[in-house]
């Protein structure tokens, strides 16, 4: 060893550089190796020591470059199970490999979505299953990138996970969203692969079906974590957020809760499973989100993987490179054997043979083998304390759940003592509904004090009749003592009297009325002994007589006089022990009534400052309901007075309205009038709550102003009169409203407040709305709808008719007509043939342009509901659509006249114009609603100026025509004398001055006729321009000299085109 250590740097520095290179050599050929042995063709499940192998590769070299290097040369896209195995060691790569692992393969995402487009596109079943696993790593890939500090293999401890979470609710919804798409993703992918394989033992103990389910192994251990993850995020949203909001997430949380428990059933089932994972059991029910005491119920399901040691010696005999590449780089202390021969040859080359060398050899040998000893010690003492340090996380997991199950317990509690207050709240009321009972208690207190006092009078007249009874028993003894008879009816009295007044001192406690009853039956008593008594005076004066008889008998009288006066003595004895104790119950009930009636004292003070307090609070809040009302009738007047002030700004003269949202406005405020009035009824019904007035007036404010505004924009269309009434009410209705406000501001008016001269106001600009509103709005709006697809249909009937009956006049032509006229009358029919095929081009344009508008605008209201809400549209386009079918009828009727020779060619040219005009009508119509970029009203422009290029053929063809059929004289005015052609220019002046008298008459007549239809359609007449609707320019004018030019007169008029609304009498 010393002379290794005596060798020069530069040698050992060769010698470094050629081991390092050696042992890069070794890494690489070792990776390519288990990268081919992995991922190959064979329908077999990769094995674990070859993705070990690569795994630790990554550490080696702290990514993956080495394995995307050589991955990037396999043909994946030739075999759809070398693409399903790549995959799988992917996934092993991302969750077990180092963490700079991700970044290397993020760099490859796009490869992989590649592969996956491939495959998917393909109908093979493996393809299938590659697509999908492919967008899971996608998935994976693009969730831990964003979430860096979640590492890919999902391990990471609920404080990761709420710091990941954060406080903000968006972010934890967002992320609540994502681990989602992330559990579906892998729930896709492994209910695909259970769906394609059968679950019975035999297909899963097969190669093949081990290799599509092996991965699956993986996606049990993410769907386990991705559980937790949903759970603690539901919960904590739950928290944050009402449970409306959160219905979907609950709904979809269950649908995977269903399927994962499905999953982990079907996989604990399987034979192939069972001695490779131990997949944890899920509750029967998924957790109750709105109970947030559940959550201490959720216990997080662990997946155990058995620590299993393959054994490598039997892989050993089938290739010698699969040794397992070591945890720990030992390079700077070991050398491999295949090394050692080759570097001392260098040596020898260098210094030459040395006499030391097997000595050296020999040492290195021992040195080597006791560095791989420790080297397997060292890695047994890792591996022991991996294990313990694993025990230890186990044991500080299941202490971390107990501590949040005390939590939860401690929540749990909380919450039983919140109820507890509640209950001890409750209890309280009652005890103050048992306080205003106690008055109730007080008056019967007193009624029985009353009685008590009427009972104790009635005992004392008792007593004291008793002792008079005693007395007049001594007296009537000593009167009676020479009379036996009479001495024991005295003792019947006596003991009689003793008896009664006994019986009436036992019940005088219990009940008033029987002492009442017993003292009126004592005093009749009385006043039979009382004659009684009297009667015994009688007997004595007659008994004197008889005195000396009796005497004899005196002797026993004695004796039962002592007796009657001892019972007599034990009487009053018991009278006196009953005496004290009713003055004992009469002290009681004198201490129970002082302390009830300090109690009653105290209670009725807190009454009174309760009673004074509620009235207190009452008025303020009379007060603060009146300062609402106040400030809301404020505003309203201010929303008025603006509306009011836009009458007279100038700027707003350049509004206008239409009446029919003029009369919707002024319907609307006649319905929140009614509102107001109920509002101000409820409100001095009960003035605590004014709520119901102040909705009212504040949606009253806006309608009243809005119909003001739209009442002065209305009248600036509308004729004189009508504007300057409109104008008038607008003002009328604003006065009124700010009247009403005025009255409502003040307590002293407020009583007599009325809305109902606002409503008649109201009511008359409704009126004025309903006087402007066009004569043809007289149709049912739930008709419209209708009334549009069958007057687009009955157009386009009429044009295939008026296309078939040209063919007819064309075939009729032919037989009838030869040469010139055959001709004419050819080229004519077939420029009116294309001229309707074009209308009908056109129409149907416009009806596919029609039903992208109505299905682009109605919303959710019906195809009928969108035409009556847009019924003025909808009118014009019902009007353009019956002069586009009046136009080719007229048009036909025309062509057969002129080919009969019983018409005129110019009203062939008129029926061409007025087509043209009522197809720009439908047109424009059709363009007020659409879209501007729709292509639908690029085709019908198009269609629109083909229309017009086919009347203009057909003017043409006509003018033509015309021209070869008339016969034109020639001039010749060469034998004519000076006198004959002054002649002749007189008669042509007379014939000219003719002509312009009837041109103006029809220009007159052309004019009224216009005035007519538009008032008939609706228009009023002060839209109309002046001079009967004919061009200024167009007016006739006198020719200054018989030669003068032709004047502007005898120019051609425009045309009158069909108005936009259709009489009345066309809906009927």
């Not at 040859?345 to 083998?369: A, C, R, Y």
């Not at 102040?694 to 009243?704: Q, V």
């Not at 409502?744 to 309903?770: C, F, N, T, W, Y």
């Not at 053929?953 to 052609?981: C, R, W, Y």
Request: charged share 30%; glycine share 4%; aromatic share 4%.
């Amino acid at each position: 060893m010393n002379s290794i250590r005596r060798v020069p740097s530069r040698v050992k520095t060769k010698m470094t550089e050629t081991n390092l290179g050696a042992e890069r050599d070794h890494f690489d050929k070792k990776q390519l190796s288990s990268i081919s042995k992995a991922i190959n063709s064979n329908e077999a499940p990769v094995k674990e020591k070859h993705a070990r192998r690569i795994i630790l590769g990554t550490y080696r070299e702290k990514g993956a470059f080495t394995f995307w290097s050589y991955a990037l040369g396999i043909p994946l896209s030739s075999n759809a199970i070398v693409s399903w195995k790549f995959c799988h060691v992917l996934h092993k790569v991302l969750r077990d490999g180092h963490h700079n692992s991700l970044q290397d393969c993020m760099r490859h995402h796009g490869n992989i979505v590649e592969m996956g487009q491939l495959w998917g596109n393909l109908h093979d079943r493996h393809g299938q299953l590659v697509a999908l696993y492919c967008k899971l790593l996608c998935t994976k890939m693009e969730f831990h990138m964003k979430h860096s500090e979640i590492r890919p293999n999902l391990e990471v401890t609920d404080e990761v996970l709420e710091r990941v979470a954060g406080t903000d609710v968006n972010n934890v919804f967002q992320l609540t969203v994502k681990v989602f798409d992330y559990l579906d993703a892998e729930l896709r992918l492994a209910e695909t692969v259970i769906r394609q394989l059968n679950t019975s033992i035999a297909i899963s103990t097969t190669t093949s079906g081990q290799c599509r389910l092996s991965p699956l192994i993986q996606v049990i251990q993410d769907c386990s974590h991705l559980y937790h993850f949903t759970v603690k995020l539901l919960f904590k949203l739950h928290a944050c957020l009402p449970a409306d909001t959160l219905q979907g997430h609950r709904d979809r949380f269950h649908d995977q809760f269903h399927s994962l428990k499905t999953f982990f059933n079907k996989a604990r089932d399987m034979q192939y499973f069972k001695r490779l994972i131990q997949i944890p059991k899920l509750p029967e029910s998924p957790p109750n989100f709105l109970h947030a005491a559940s959550l201490a119920k959720h216990a997080r399901p662990v997946v155990v993987i058995p620590s299993e040691d393959e054994p490598e010696q039997q892989e050993d005999d089938d290739d010698d490179d699969d040794d397992p590449e070591p945890l720990i780089n030992v390079s700077d202390v070991t050398m491999p054997s295949m090394m050692v021969p080759q570097q001392f040859d260098k040596f020898d080359q260098t210094f030459g043979p040395s006499n030391d060398k097997d000595i050296q050899i020999e040492n290195l040998q021992q040195d080597l083998g006791k560095l791989r000893a420790d080297l397997e010690r060292v890695k047994g003492e890792a591996q022991r304390y991996i294990t313990q340090l694993k025990s230890q996380i186990n044991s500080l997991e299941t202490e971390l759940e107990e501590q949040r199950v005390q939590k939860q317990r401690a929540l749990v509690e909380n919450e039983q003592l919140r109820m507890e207050l509640e209950a001890t709240r409750r209890r309280n009321a009652e005890h103050e509904i048992v306080q205003a009972t106690f008055g109730e208690a007080e008056t019967r207190v007193q009624a029985t004090e009353q009685r008590y006092t009427k009972l104790k009078e009635k005992h004392t007249e008792l007593v004291s009749s008793h002792a008079e009874l005693l007395r007049k028993s001594a007296d009537t003894v000593k009167i009676l003592s020479a009379t036996h008879q009479n001495q024991e009816e005295v003792e019947r009295t006596k003991q009689q009297l003793a008896f009664e007044v006994d019986r009436i001192k036992l019940d005088a406690d219990m009940k008033l009325e029987e002492q009442k009853f017993e003292m009126k039956k004592l005093k009749r008593d009385f006043e039979e002994k009382r004659a009684e008594v009297e009667h015994v005076k009688g007997t004595l004066q007659r008994t004197e007589k008889v005195g000396e008889q009796l005497t004899s008998s005196m002797l026993a009288l004695q004796v039962e006089k002592e007796r009657l006066m001892r019972s007599a003595s034990e009487k009053e004895a018991e009278l006196s022990s009953l005496s004290q104790a009713a003055q004992l119950q009469q002290s009681s009930l004198q201490q129970e009534r002082d302390r009830s009636t300090r109690e009653l004292g105290e209670l009725q003070g807190k009454l009174q400052e309760k009673s004074r307090r509620e009235v207190q609070l009452q008025q303020k809040l009379l007060e603060e309901q009146f300062s609402l009302l106040q400030g809301t009738v404020s505003e309203a007047e201010y929303i008025i007075q603006d509306a009011v002030a836009k009458l007279d700004d100038p700027l707003h003269i350049r509004c206008t309205s239409s009446p029919d949202y003029l009369v919707s406005r002024a319907e609307a405020t006649l319905g929140s009038i009614d509102k107001v009035k109920k509002g101000h009824s409820d409100y001095l019904t009960n003035m605590g709550d004014a709520g119901g007035l102040l909705r009212a007036l504040t949606n009253f404010s806006h309608l009243a102003a809005d119909t003001i505004i739209n009442g002065s924009a209305t009248a600036h269309l509308a004729p004189t009169d009508h504007a300057d009434r409109l104008t008038e009410n607008c003002r009328g209705c604003a006065t009124q409203s700010l009247q009403f406000l005025k009255d409502l501001k003040s307590k002293a008016s407020l009583q007599r407040a009325d809305p109902a001269s606002i409503r008649i106001v109201v009511e008359k600009i409704m009126k004025l709305g309903e006087e402007l509103r066009p004569k043809g709005m007289d149709v049912r709006q739930d008709e419209l709808g209708d009334l549009v697809d069958k007057e687009m249909a009955a157009t386009s009937a009429a044009i295939e008719k008026a296309v078939s009956r040209i063919d007819e006049m064309m075939n009729q032509a032919r037989m009838d007509t030869s040469g010139v006229k055959l001709e004419v009358n050819e080229r004519i029919l077939y420029s009116c043939t294309d001229l309707m095929k074009a209308i009908h081009l056109l129409v149907l344009t416009s009806t596919d342009l029609q039903k992208e508008i109505v299905e682009g605008g109605r919303g959710a209201a019906t195809i009928k509901e969108f035409y009556a809400r847009n019924s003025r549209w909808t009118e014009g386009l019902i009007s353009a659509s019956k002069a586009v079918g009046w136009g080719a009828t007229q048009m036909v009727e025309s062509a057969d006249k002129v080919v009969l020779h019983t018409g005129k060619y110019e009203e062939l040219i008129v029926c061409s114009h007025e087509i043209a005009a009522s197809t720009a009508q439908l047109v424009a119509s059709s363009k007020v609603k659409a879209d501007r970029n729709s292509t639908k009203l690029t085709a019908l422009q198009q269609a629109s100026r083909h229309v017009n290029e086919m009347a203009a053929n057909v003017v043409a063809s006509t003018k033509t025509g015309q021209e070869h059929l008339e016969d034109k004289d020639t001039m010749d005015f060469s034998g004519m004398s000076l006198i004959k052609l002054k002649m002749e220019e007189m008669e042509s002046q007379v014939k000219v001055l003719e002509l312009e008298n009837q041109l103006g008459n029809e220009r007159l007549r052309l004019g009224e006729l216009r005035k007519k239809h538009y008032n008939i359609a609706g228009v009023p007449a002060a839209d109309l321009p002046e001079g009967n609707g004919l061009d200024p320019l167009l007016a006739p004018v006198a020719p200054s000299s018989p030669k003068s030019s032709k004047p502007s007169v005898m120019r051609k008029p425009d045309l009158a085109q069909k108005p936009n609304l259709t009489p009345k009498n066309m809906f009927r």
